[in-house]
């Protein structure tokens, strides 16, 4: 299923309760929150206190992307805050770390992602998709808002949705980085099915309506 993730990266964090009722009235059924500790990527976000506030005002599924060294550190943390999906990067991990988080997020009841950057091959993930719920592909450099969609990215999420294909899996590919009305359909046509939606949802003069942007994806 098809789904839009707004980011609150990109929204007014001094109106953030309203900013979330924003999401709920555009029909998206995910947010997503950006976890930077300014280590793995250059800039420092969101930590547990928002993901605890976030979870206080809304039943949305809260989408976690951990952007941070060694987030087997922070996995469970992140759950009893009350996110529901819980992604983190294979290049901040070893494989043991990342076999640990996953079955430590599988005890705790939630689904795991695994994220790449736009240099990492689609191959470091597929020893792990028959055991995760969700690959992000990341189509700018993480760590900033607001950054230009990077088209050669769309081969890596092909290749991960003819991988899951093959083996028989039933995968979440969520997109993060430069989505809007026009780079949605192109994501889309290469395998996604969740789009992370940040300035162009949060900035937009007009209500969002997420069955609107979906239908272009069509």
Excluded: W
Aim: proline content about 4%.
């Amino acid at each position: 299923m098809k789904q839009l993730s707004p980011s609150i990266l990109a929204s007014d964090m001094l109106n953030l309760g309203n900013e979330i009722k924003k999401v709920e009235k555009s029909g998206a059924k995910y947010v997503h929150i950006d976890v930077m500790d300014g280590l793995f990527v250059p800039n420092i976000s969101f930590g547990m206190p928002i993901i605890s506030a976030v979870r206080k005002c809304t039943d949305l599924v809260l989408d976690v992307h951990a952007m941070i060294e060694k987030p087997h550190r922070y996995v469970e943390e992140f759950i009893k805050c009350g996110a529901d999906i819980v992604t983190f990067h294979v290049e901040a991990s070893t494989e043991q770390e990342i076999k640990d988080s996953i079955a430590k997020v599988r005890t705790l009841g939630k689904k795991i992602g695994l994220s790449i950057k736009p240099k990492t091959p689609a191959e470091a993930v597929y020893q792990y998709i028959n055991d995760v719920d969700m690959i992000l592909v990341m189509t700018v450099e993480p760590g900033f808002g607001g950054q230009k969609f990077m088209h050669e990215t769309m081969v890596k999420v092909s290749a991960i949705r003819d991988y899951a294909v093959k083996i028989g899996k039933k995968l979440d590919i969520e997109v993060d980085g430069g989505i809007n009305n026009e780079t949605i359909k192109i994501a889309s046509d290469a395998g996604a099915n969740i789009f992370v939606l940040g300035t162009a949802f949060f900035k937009s003069e007009t209500p969002v309506s997420s069955n609107e942007i979906l239908s272009k994806t069509e």
